[in-house]
Nanobody, 120 residues
Framework: QVQLVESGGGLVQAGGSLRLSCAAS????????MGWFRQAPGKEREFVAA????????YYADSVKGRFTISRDNAKNTVYLQMNSLKPEDTAVYYC?????????????WGQGTQVTVSS
């Protein structure tokens, strides 16, 4: 069992930055690939970024590539999402998730989400 708690969301102007954190409970955090997803009002949840269990591989949606960076600290059971050059279209609730299998489609645990609002 893994419990995930996101933090770091808030209101920021376009062009600004935010860093989201996702703290995980459980001793097996380092065995999970981790992902960030987001859901804007009236839209489906979409993939944002993922990172392998070791941190050696990262994956990004085209819409955030070059602006967002995912990282993890297995000693702290935490995964991060550094978001730079934010745009109004990045406004959404951001969720972290843990995958026991492939980062593409094997997410077993989800956090409660943190709101990110980017003003124009």
């Amino acid at each position: 069992q893994v419990q995930l708690v996101e933090s770091g969301g808030g209101l920021v102007q376009a062009g600004g930055s935010l860093r989201l954190s996702c703290a995980a409970s459980g001793r097996t955090f380092s065995s999970y690939a981790m992902g960030w997803f987001r859901q804007a009002p009236g839209k489906e949840r979409e993939f944002v970024a993922a990172i392998s269990w070791s941190g050696g591989s990262t994956y990004y949606a085209d819409s955030v590539k070059g602006r967002f960076t995912i990282s993890r600290d297995n000693a702290k059971n935490t995964v991060y999402l550094q978001m730079n050059s934010l745009k109004p279209e990045d406004t959404a609730v951001y969720y972290c998730a843990a995958a026991s299998g492939s980062w593409k489609d094997s997410y077993d645990y989800w956090g409660q989400g943190t709101q990110v609002t980017v003003s124009s």
